[in-house]
T-cell receptor, first 113, second 111 residues
């Protein structure tokens, strides 16, 4: 059983479009995250939700809007896509607190053309 | 501030030991992690260490922590070609409750 699953795995779209990436975890974790990995492999946190509540929003353009309908899901919607949004987006989840392992999804490779 | 730094590349021969180094800035970090990323895959937790420990060993992996210098290292004994991957150091920052990653060290193991 997949612990953290993201869909789609690959997404190619044109500039200006709006797209969503879905994430679901079946681990019963309270906290979910979105990370962006750029072409140089740098990983940067974008958002964190705890029990459906936004905890972290790291200077991400407001074209990016996370939505957490329940604590097992954290979706990422991106409006007006730009070339610079091309990256791999990783969803992760963890139990609350620092002494915990964050489990990562397989990533969604977004290419904006 | 929140910063985690690693060297970007390391190349070793199969059978040698690999040592990947990491420095972090926030002395309040309580947990420090090593993740492995294989090509096209997500991140897999290898090991973690609590800040009141100096060393942790798990089979071929040894983590050393120098809290005074805010320096963390991962040693892989008897490195195999299957260990070729990118290794990320990460620090949990209590203020803000987030995991900050280093840039990743690309380990290349040559036969």
């Amino acid at each position: 059983d997949t612990a953290v699953s993201q869909t789609p795995k690959y997404l190619v779209t044109q500039m200006g479009n709006d797209k969503s990436i879905k994430c679901e975890q079946n681990l019963g974790h309270d906290t979910m995250y979105w990370y962006k990995q750029d072409s140089k492999k740098f990983l940067k946190i974008m958002f964190s939700y705890n029990n459906k509540e936004l905890i972290i929003n790291e200077t991400v353009p407001n074209r990016f809007s996370p939505k957490s309908p329940d604590k097992a899901h954290l979706n990422l919607h991106i409006n007006s896509l730009e070339l610079g949004d091309s990256a791999v987006y990783f969803c992760a989840s963890s139990p609350s607190g620092p002494n915990t392992e964050a489990f990562f999804g397989q990533g969604t490779r977004l290419t904006v053309v | 501030g929140e910063d985690v730094e690693q060297s970007l590349f390391l190349s070793v021969r199969e059978g040698d030991s690999s040592v990947i180094n990491c420095t972090y800035t926030d002395s309040s970090s309580t947990y420090l992690y090593w993740y492995k990323q294989e090509p096209g895959a997500g991140l897999q937790l290898l090991t973690y260490i609590f800040s009141n420990m100096d060393m942790k060993q798990d089979q071929r992996l040894t983590v050393l922590l120098n809290k005074k210098d805010k320096h963390l290292s991962l040693r892989i004994a008897d490195t195999q070609t299957g260990d070729s991957a990118i290794y990320f150091c990460a620090a949990f920052y209590n203020q803000g409750g987030k995991l900050i990653f280093g840039q990743g060290t690309e380990l290349s193991v040559k036969p």
